[in-house]
């Protein structure tokens, strides 16, 4: 019965829509990756082992930022529920370049997809370190360059001005021929202004948005609840923002978007390739759901079908108003 069903069903829509998607010169099989920091991917391959291949729920994996020292990350607490939101302190916890290249990496190399790292420098020198030995990895098909941490007391304000991004991808584009993705913040003055010196400097795609600066009160005590005293805004809360610097950005730029920014469901996820985006990415949501990914790219296949249209890349830009 549920077969007949099925069949009516896509006799009336045609068959299932094709995801396929280049992204930087990498083919993805759908355009649902995750947002950096936000999914466990050795966790989940510890959970699932070989059956994760069959259930990875994004087309790319893009890592947890890295720096070149370990940190152990900001004073708990560091998360607060915020009304359709998260508000997060995490502070950069990670094991270091050292550390993730010789205990994270050869984990990370047994996703069945393609592998971005994403890196983070207080200084260009500490930028050109992890862009050279992380890029020198055959298992790293791109790097991402996190410029955008709201959540570090010093550095990571190169993405705040066009001037400063500019310079850093000056000093990184010559270091690799691996696809380099500029991870933008939504606290800059000049949103697009960053993204065009990101393109000038050799950039080849963006991602949009990191999270918004943001504060909560401990009601018991009236002072800032996180132990950083801020953090950084995501969720559902800002999605209508990314769609604004989403939109701008991919108007201003010829470089393909990631777009990210409380992605919940196909339908958000269709509304930012309608911005712009080429693809998107999904963050806070897989707190919840960690096959949110999953669902979401099904449904974005079925609205694909539904709305009768083709290639996700025929309806790039429809929504474009900058
Ligand atoms: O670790 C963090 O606190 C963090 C990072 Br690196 C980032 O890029 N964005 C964010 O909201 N939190």
């Known amino acids: 019965m549920a077969g007949s069903l099925k069949q009516t069903h896509d006799q009336r829509h045609g068959p299932p829509a094709d995801l396929s998607i280049e992204l930087a ?23 699932f082992g070989p059956e994760l291949a069959d259930r990875f729920p994004f087309s790319a994996f893009v890592s947890k930022t890295i720096t ?4 152990g990350g900001n004073p708990p607490p560091r998360l607060w529920e915020a009304p359709a939101g998260l508000i997060n302190s995490i502070g950069l916890p990670n094991r270091g370049l050292e550390g993730f290249l010789t205990r994270d990496l050869p984990l990370l190399e047994r996703l069945p997809v393609p592998l971005v790292v994403s890196v983070a420098g207080f200084s260009h020198e500490e930028f050109m370190r992890l862009v050279d030995e992380s ?9 991402e ?19 400063e991004t500019l310079a850093l991808l000056q000093r990184l584009r010559p270091l690799t021929a691996k696809p380099l993705i ?3 913040t939504p606290n800059a ?12 400097g050799g950039a080849d795609a963006l991602s949009l948005i990191n999270t918004l600066r943001s504060v909560a009160i401990d009601p018991g005590s009236g002072r800032p609840w996180l132990g950083a005293g801020s953090g950084g805004l995501s969720g559902p809360a800002v999605r209508a923002v990314a769609l604004e610097q989403v939109n701008t950005v991919a108007a201003r730029t010829s470089l393909p978007v990631v777009g990210m920014g409380g992605i919940r469901s196909g339908r958000d996820a269709l509304d930012f390739l309608a911005a712009g985006a080429t693809v998107v990415a999904v963050g806070t949501e897989s707190f919840r759901d960690p096959a949110a ?17 083709g290639r996700v890349q025929d309806i790039a830009g429809d929504a474009r108003t900058a």
Do not use: Q, W, Y
């Open 25 to 47: 010169g990498i083919e993805l099989e759908h355009p649902v990756l995750n947002g950096s920091g936000t999914f466990d991917a050795i966790a989940a391959l510890r959970a």
């Open 68 to 71: 070149v020292a370990p940190r």
């Open 135 to 143: 890029a020198a990895r055959d298992a790293v098909a791109a790097l």
């Open 145 to 163: 360059l996190n410029v955008s941490c709201p959540n570090v007391k010093s550095g990571c304000v190169m993405g705040a001005e066009p001037h």
């Open 182 to 184: 500029v991870k933008l």
């Open 189 to 200: 003055t000049d949103v697009g202004g960053v993204a065009e010196a990101a393109e000038a």
């Open 293 to 309: 990914g999953a669902r979401i790219r099904d449904e974005l296949r079925e609205l694909r079908r539904s709305t009768g249209m």
